[in-house]
């Protein structure tokens, strides 16, 4: 081989010599260090720059080998191929054919055979990425974690996206907007998985956009089967979601792919039979559209740039603001009783400083509340599965149910949202089961086929109340007091004097239950006992009516927070007590006369209720002071308890952040910390749940 | 008494007695101690520090030292002191200086008009 231009021939001479040293070095490395990426990317490189030389001069044979080595590189450091011995010596060898290779073409002899050598590292390639697609995990994703998470949470909200508009495709089959939307969501998917190399994510969506764009344009018709299909495949997506979260892929896709091709086959026109197959009607399209409205406005996550936030790092920020609030009420304190004692110029500086004082804590409360608004997830987020959950139910109870939710911009904090979804998922099941009829019960008597679980949930300051309504046949009352009686809650002397509050709250007792028969929609009756549990660690209350044959509805009060804490501040023998105001169900101003005794504790009778009366005078020290005349009971609500406390004055209602207290006190039971109030006074803030528990347990 | 280690000394119920330096806080003077809503073993009550609220520890009580509460003198102050986690505060009648080395000699107090100091070791003092 000639090449005329000597310089060239020198530059190719040593940029050989030199990569050829540096794959020599880096490949016995790499056989002692095989994780490390400098090395591969450095022999990457080096076998890239043999390539590039050869090209130049026109090399052919040589270009081709060390194409061959460079891909072997590039799949070490996609991580598709590990580093074996094998694999390190065929390298060697490959880099010595090399420098045959440069020698035979300097000295312009017949050229080496390499297809040899060639085809043995295409086979090593083969066999591993062979062993590694059968496995696949995000380990083979030549990806930062930052972009795996960016990925993963994209995934889910299409993958919420598809959902919605799954089952609003079904309620209304004309909307294109929905079939556009998922058609868009499933491609989204199919980019980004890809983009990661998750081969099989991206087949199955691909299968669903397929489908859908067939059904855009009318060759595939709707039919409850396709959408069933639809959700299932939705399904797939979830699991192949979550073991790629976890690194191990294992769900096989293809059944579900083939089933998807033959529902759209089969719907494929309007030649189908199948009683399942026929196109489904707008069915209660009038009192879907509510639905439609509503979700579009609240599930949808807004499109405003986020960034991840660490709640700890959030929560100490919160606790700092609320450490300057603190300073900045002392400070004024301070510099007021400075003003005293100053003569007038040096006054009105300082009144000055504390009007500057004052906008700054303002300024602090703001960053305080901006702070806390950003540690919380809207309501809206916990109730994304329901439609679906309520669909499936519709399904295998034979039930028709319309599903309304309204949650008007709600937020929470996201420790206590994970408390209370089981609770709700709970009690819509029990709604859907127990609760609404079926559609030929409902028409006798003389109530739309379809029923109602309305969840609704607003927000006042740093509390929520939501309430889950169903128009369903209700509790009945005697059959719960039957229950109760059998059970050994209540004697059959005691049961004629309950009061109707009184009977339905033993639904709320462990173990109890009014269906006659086990389901497997909500369990055997375990199901109010575990809600009630639920709420109480949240320091919420929990109200549930019911009329026979018209609806239960049940009614949750949960704070947002527990970060901030808004109390009534009430004052026992000249010490400061804070009262939760969540768990504040009413505050009564009595004469001593409507104290009842009974087994030694006292008693007060609210709406037809015993609820148990405790006096925290003694406890506190002092004197227990003699009442003349009134006392303030405040009334305290625990899931579906209630006590009550005597208390001299009520001061105000301020929100607080409370301290627990540390190993010294933590022996006060019935206190959770300390706090200390805007005018810099020390509270006590009441452990509600303790002293509820304990008042019952007397 | 370990001489390379100082110590704060303090006056409680004509007692001497002394904590080491490196788990003071500060010293503060007496304010106001709120007594706690539910009574409690060795707590006299708390008070308001810094940005926090913090336990006095009842030394008198603790040690029987007397039964008649000390009174509260312009020399009292509220020793803070760190235990474990939490910051706690110690009610002293006076605070009488550092121990250092420069008050032992052979092992024995010099300088000092007082002979009889007692060390407190808050982990043994507030072992349940």
Do not use: W
Request: glycine share 4%; charged share 25%; with cysteine.
């Amino acid at each position: 081989m000639n090449i005329s231009d000597p310089h060239l021939l020198e530059l190719f001479v040593s940029s050989i010599d030199k990569n050829t040293s540096a794959i020599d070095a880096g490949l016995l490395e790499l056989e002692n260090q095989p994780e490390n990426t400098d090395i591969i990317n450095e022999l990457m490189r080096s076998a890239h720059n043999i390539k590039g030389t050869s090209n130049l001069v026109g090399f052919a044979v040589l270009k081709d080998l060390s194409h061959s080595i460079e891909n072997v590189m590039i799949d070490i450091s996609a991580k598709k191929l590990s580093v074996s011995q094998l694999l390190i010596s065929t390298l060697l060898k490959a880099e010595d054919l090399i420098k045959v290779l440069k020698n035979d073409f300097i000295t312009e002899q017949p050229i080496s055979e390499i297809t040899g050598i060639i085809s043995e590292l295409e086979k090593l390639r083969a066999q591993q990425t062979e062993n590694q697609s059968k496995n696949e995990t995000p380990k083979t994703f030549d990806i930062d974690p930052e972009s795996l998470s960016i990925y993963i949470s994209d995934l889910e909200e299409s993958i919420e996206n598809i959902n919605s508009a799954l089952l609003q495709l079904e309620k209304n089959v004309q909307d294109k907007k929905n079939i556009e939307s998922i058609m868009r969501f499933a491609h989204n998917i199919k980019g980004s998985s890809s983009m990661v190399g998750f081969t099989k994510m991206k087949e199955l969506t691909h299968a669903i956009e397929t489908i859908m764009s067939d059904i855009s344009k009318d060759k595939i018709k709707v039919t409850s089967k396709l959408i069933s299909t639809l959700l299932k495949a939705l399904d797939t997506i979830i699991n192949l979601k979550n073991e790629f979260k976890k690194g191990n892929i294992t769900t096989d896709t293809s059944n579900i792919i083939n089933e998807l091709i033959a529902v759209s086959t089969q719907s494929f026109g309007s030649s189908a039979k199948d009683s399942s197959n026929t196109p489904i009607k707008n069915k209660e399209q009038s009192s879907d559209k509510k639905i439609n409205i509503l979700q579009k406005s609240d599930v949808k996550i807004e499109p405003v740039q986020q960034v991840k936030f660490n709640i700890k790092s959030i929560e100490n920020m919160i606790n700092l603001t609320r450490e300057l609030t603190i300073v900045e009420a002392q400070l004024t304190e301070t510099l007021n009783s400075m003003a005293v004692f100053s003569d007038a110029s040096f006054t009105s500086k300082i009144n000055q400083s504390v009007e500057m004082i004052f906008f700054m804590g303002k300024s602090i409360r703001l960053i305080q509340d901006e702070f806390m608004k950003s540690k919380m997830t809207p309501f809206s987020i916990l109730l994304k599965n329901f439609p679906r959950m309520v669909r499936d139910l519709e399904n295998s109870l034979n039930k028709k149910i319309n599903l309304v939710i309204e949650t008007s911009g709600t937020r929470l904090d996201q420790n206590i949202a994970e408390e209370i979804t089981n609770p709700l998922i709970h009690i819509v099941r029990n709604s859907a089961d127990h609760g609404i009829e079926c559609p030929k019960e409902r028409i006798k008597s003389n109530k739309p086929e379809v029923g109602t679980i309305k969840i609704y949930a607003y927000q006042k300051s740093e509390q929520i109340i939501i309430t889950i309504e169903d128009d369903g046949k209700g509790i009945d009352e005697d059959q719960i007091l039957s229950s109760a009686i059998s059970k050994g809650l209540v004697s059959r002397d005691e049961a004629p004097s309950l009061s109707k509050s009184q009977i339905i709250n033993y639904i709320f007792h462990p173990g109890f239950s009014t269906s006659k028969n086990v389901t497997e929609i909500s369990g055997r009756g375990v199901g109010m006992d575990v809600v009630k549990e639920h709420i109480k660690k949240v320091n919420g209350t929990i109200e549930l009516s019911t009329e026979k044959g018209k609806g239960t509805k049940i009614m949750l009060r949960i704070p947002s927070t527990m970060t901030i804490i808004p109390s009534v501040i009430s004052d026992i023998n000249g010490k400061i007590l804070c009262i939760p105001a969540i768990n504040v169900v009413k505050v009564l101003y009595i004469t001593p006369s409507e104290i009842k005794e009974k087994d030694q504790t006292e008693l007060l009778i609210i709406d037809g209720m015993a609820v148990p009366l405790i006096r925290l005078h003694s406890d506190i020290g002092g004197n227990p002071r003699e009442y003349r005349g009134k006392y303030y009971a405040v009334v305290i609500g625990l899931a579906e308890k209630k006590i009550a406390i005597l208390v001299d004055k009520l001061l105000k209602e301020q929100k607080i952040v409370v301290k627990p207290f540390g190993e010294i006190l933590c022996s006060l039971k019935n206190l959770m910390g300390t706090t200390i109030l805007e005018d810099g006074k020390i509270g006590f803030v009441l452990n509600v749940s303790n002293l509820v528990s304990n008042s019952y347990a007397l | 008494m370990n001489i390379s280690v100082s110590y704060i000394c303090f006056r409680l119920c004509e007692k001497y007695f002394c904590i080491k330096l490196e788990i003071i806080d500060s010293i503060t003077p007496y304010q106001e101690i709120i007594e706690l809503p539910y009574s409690i073993n060795n707590v006299k009550g708390v008070i308001k520090y810094k940005t926090s609220v913090i336990p006095i520890i009842d030394l008198v009580k603790i040690l029987k030292l007397s039964i008649n509460e000390p009174a509260i003198m312009p020399s009292t102050k509220i020793i803070i002191a760190k235990y474990k986690d939490e910051i706690i505060g110690i009610l002293a009648d006076e605070v009488k200086g550092i121990l250092d080395k420069n008050n032992f000699e052979n092992n024995n107090l010099i300088n000092i008009d007082f002979k009889d100091v007692k060390i407190l070791e808050l982990d043994k003092l507030l072992e349940p």
